[in-house]
């Protein structure tokens, strides 16, 4: 039996797994407090892939429609060459007979759609914003959650979904260091205007060695435009602190995508459009061998940092709050759902971590690139055959598990 008393659940950190994880919770009648430092949430960022696995959850919680009104649903993953030639396209999502959709969004819109769910189901009162935590203490019998300026907070455990930079696994984690930097640097913008290919196309052009962009839509206007967010990786000796509020400059990125005017899309003309552009270095953490203190728990990017490749950050940060709200479930006990959250989860995640530095969805060009020394290429079937191509695609969704048995689908 579940009781007020025995999970009072507070939840450090009000972004995606944060908010998440309170829709969750309250689905299943447990009781809890999110606390975010920013005094007012701003919309942030650019574009985020929200694949089945993290729909499936999404809509459990009954926030599809909200999704479809402010994201694009993607039709297709498609892959080029940096000549613009076709390398492989597949569908994606409901196209691809998964069981649910696949959403390009807004990072701003969907934090929008779950802060929005959170206050209508839990009350204003649910998310104490201007709460900048600065540490959780424990004893046998609870946490105490410490913040600037704010009056601490006693709760039966404590979920640290406080991001990238999070001051709880610092806490546990003293001599971690600087953010892990892998020698890749991204500009990310969005640009209005028409459509390019199915206008729903979730699409990668290129290597990181000599140029590489990924590009989607992620709103659609009545005027028939939409939003398209697109993203470049270079390789770079240093860079600049990971903040998604950064901004970017044009020169800096622009000289590999010059020529990149193909007959489906015009790519200097996308960047030199863009409404705002931001600077993010590629980075990540080691991943470690613990998450659970006792009655604290690292979540989400706080517990698994990881590059922002395939869409994973956000979906896995939804995992979690997933999967910890069915052991709370199981276990009368919180600290032993604590565990078994770890034990489910932290050999999976900490394989994604190392395969997005490794081998990420856009491998597939990499391969490409590497058979025919980067000259354009007549007829893709005499370069590699489909079927391989196609291995490579699975072979990331089976390790992120977005693989059509992992998620559900026809
Ligand atoms: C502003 C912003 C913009 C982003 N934009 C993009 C994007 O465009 N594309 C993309 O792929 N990924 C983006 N990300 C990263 C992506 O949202 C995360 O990888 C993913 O959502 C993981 O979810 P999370 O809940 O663990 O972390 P986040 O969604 O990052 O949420 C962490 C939350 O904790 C809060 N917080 C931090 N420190 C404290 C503290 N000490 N006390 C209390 N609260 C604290 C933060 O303000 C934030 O709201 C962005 C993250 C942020 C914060």
Redesign the pocket.
Request: with cysteine; net charge positive; glycine share 24%.
């Given at each position: 039996m579940k009781s007020a008393e025995n999970h009072d659940i507070l939840i450090?950190?009000?972004?995606?797994?944060?908010?998440?994880m309170a829709l969750s919770l309250h689905s299943d009648g447990i009781p809890c407090r999110v606390?975010?430092?920013?005094s007012a949430?701003?919309p942030?960022?650019?574009?985020?892939?929200m694949m089945p696995h993290a729909i499936r959850v999404l809509s459990s919680l009954g926030l599809e429609e909200n999704l479809k009104r402010f994201g694009v649903e993607a039709k297709e993953f498609a892959y080029f060459n940096r000549h613009g030639q076709k390398i492989f396209t597949e569908p994606c999502g409901r196209f691809a007979g998964y069981e649910y959709s696949h959403f390009s969004i807004?990072?701003?819109d969907l934090?929008q759609v779950l802060h929005q769910a959170v206050l209508e189901r839990l009350g204003p009162d649910a998310v104490m914003l201007g709460?900048?935590?600065?540490g959780v203490d424990q004893n046998a019998g609870g946490v105490t959650v410490r913040?600037e300026g704010a009056a601490a907070q006693d709760g039966r455990i404590a979920l640290a979904?406080?991001?990238?930079?999070?001051?709880?696994r610092e806490q546990f984690y003293p001599d971690e260091g600087p953010p892990r930097f892998g020698g890749i640097n991204m500009w990310?913008g969005v640009t209005r205007r028409k459509p390019f290919l199915t206008g729903a196309s979730v699409t990668r052009v290129g290597t990181v060695q000599v140029g590489k962009m990924v590009i989607y839509p992620i709103r659609q206007f009545e005027d028939g435009t939409q939003l398209i967010n697109w993203n470049t990786e270079q390789p770079r000796d240093d860079h600049k602190p990971n903040d998604?509020?950064t901004p970017g400059r044009i020169e800096d990125f622009i000289e590999p995508f010059a020529n990149w005017n193909f007959d489906w899309l015009d790519m200097p003309g996308l960047i030199a459009d863009a409404e705002f552009i931001?600077e993010y270095p590629m980075v990540d953490r080691d991943p470690v061998g613990r998450w659970v203190f006792d009655r604290v728990a690292l979540?989400?990017?706080?517990a698994h940092?990881?590059y922002?490749r395939g869409?994973n950050?956000?979906a896995?940060?939804i995992l979690d709050a997933e999967c910890l709200t069915r052991l709370l479930g199981e276990n009368e006990d919180p600290v032993a759902a604590l565990r078994a959250f770890e034990a489910e989860r932290l050999d999976i995640i900490n394989r994604i971590v190392l395969t997005n530095r490794e081998q990420p969805p856009d491998y597939i060009i990499e391969t490409v690139e590497n058979l025919t020394g980067g000259a354009p290429f007549d007829r893709i079937e005499d370069v590699i055959d489909r079927a391989e191509l196609a291995a490579i695609s699975d072979r990331y969704k089976d390790i992120a598990r977005y693989s059509k048995e992992a998620t559900g689908g026809r």
């Open positions: 450090i950190g009000g972004g995606i797994g944060g908010l998440t606390f975010e430092a920013a949430f701003r942030l960022g650019v574009g985020i892939n807004h990072r701003g934090h709460h900048r935590c600065v913040f979904f406080d991001g990238f930079h999070s001051v709880v990310r998604w509020a931001l979540m989400g990017d706080a940092p990881m922002p869409g950050g956000g896995q940060a």
